[in-house]
Each structure stands twice: as C-alpha cells, then as structure tokens.
C-alpha cells in the first residue's frame, strides 16, 4: 500500500489546480500534434511540429501521474487536527534564532506541496533537514540543525494551527 502523506486543505487544492492545468496542457499538446498532421504545410514543418509535441507530452503524462498518485495517497491535515502544544505537518511556528537575534515564521508543509504553495507564510518542507528537526518540537525547545551554510541553532517560540 502507498505510503500516505499529510497534506494541508490549501496544498491539496493547489495540487488538483496543478492536476487540471497539466490535464489541459496534455489535451492542448495532443490537439496540436492533431493539427499538424492535418495541415497543410509542407512535410518538414509537420514533421517538426508532431516532433516537438511528442516530446512534450511524456513530461506532462509523467507529471500528471505524480499529480495523481500524491493526491491519491494524501490526508488532509485539517485546522482543528492541530496541537498548538506540538509541531505537526500544518502548524506555522515561529522560531527564534538566537545567533542572529531575529524570529522566523515558518509553516511545516509536506514535501509534495513545498512547490504548490508560494504565497504567504515561508513553507519548510518535513522532509528537509528544519522540517525533520522541527517536527515534533514543544514551545520552548531548542534544536540544533546541521545546514550547508553550518548549524543553525532555533528556539520554538510560537505554535498555531494553521
């Protein structure tokens, strides 16, 4: 059985948008490929068309497949699901970083929605390193995360559903 995957009520609706999109671009690219045969245009030029279309379409087919297959096995994390007293795929956090003096507000989001949803609260996907670090944590914890950049050390000030 596929594994399932928490998924906030916004993220969801941003990936069945996604879905719809690339359903439209795959009918689009099979309408194009259609025509080009169909025209009239001398046989280099259709060739090059149908070429062009038929390597677009694998890509689509593929994400369509991924769109699919997430929104299959996703759960949706609904508001009231949420602990304000534990981090959870959905809460927004506010984190302190003691060695820069600043607060950072995050929201915990899966993995297959980090890229859907781009407006609003910064998103750490739960399975990055912060995400993995995080989830779980308690108001008033400490934790330490190993980044490219070097450790970064967070406090949890805040927890709120989403």
């Given at each position: 059985m596929p594994e399932e995957v928490q998924i906030t009520q916004e993220g969801y609706a941003q990936?069945?948008?996604?879905?719809?999109?690339e359903r439209q671009r795959r009918?689009?690219?099979?309408?194009?490929?259609?025509?080009?045969?169909?025209?009239?245009?001398?046989?280099?030029?259709?060739?090059l068309n149908a070429a062009q279309s038929q390597l677009e379409l694998p890509?689509?087919?593929t994400r369509i497949l991924e769109l699919e297959d997430a929104l299959t096995r996703a759960i949706i994390v609904?508001?009231?699901?949420?602990?304000s007293d534990e981090v959870m795929v959905g809460s927004v956090v506010v984190l302190f970083d003691p060695d820069h003096d600043r607060e950072l507000k995050v929201q915990l989001v899966?993995?297959?929605?980090?890229?859907?949803l781009s407006e609003?609260?910064?998103q750490v996907s739960d399975d990055s390193p912060v995400g993995q670090a995080l989830q779980g944590r308690h108001r008033g914890e400490t934790f330490t995360v190993q980044l490219e950049s070097g450790q970064v050390r967070y406090t949890v000030s805040r927890i709120a559903p989403a």
């Open positions: 990936l069945e948008q996604a879905l719809d999109k009918d689009e690219t099979i309408a194009r490929m259609a025509d080009a045969m169909d025209d009239a245009m001398d046989l280099e030029d259709r060739s890509s689509i087919e609904a508001p009231g699901d949420l602990s899966s993995a297959i929605e980090i890229s859907t609003g609260v910064t």
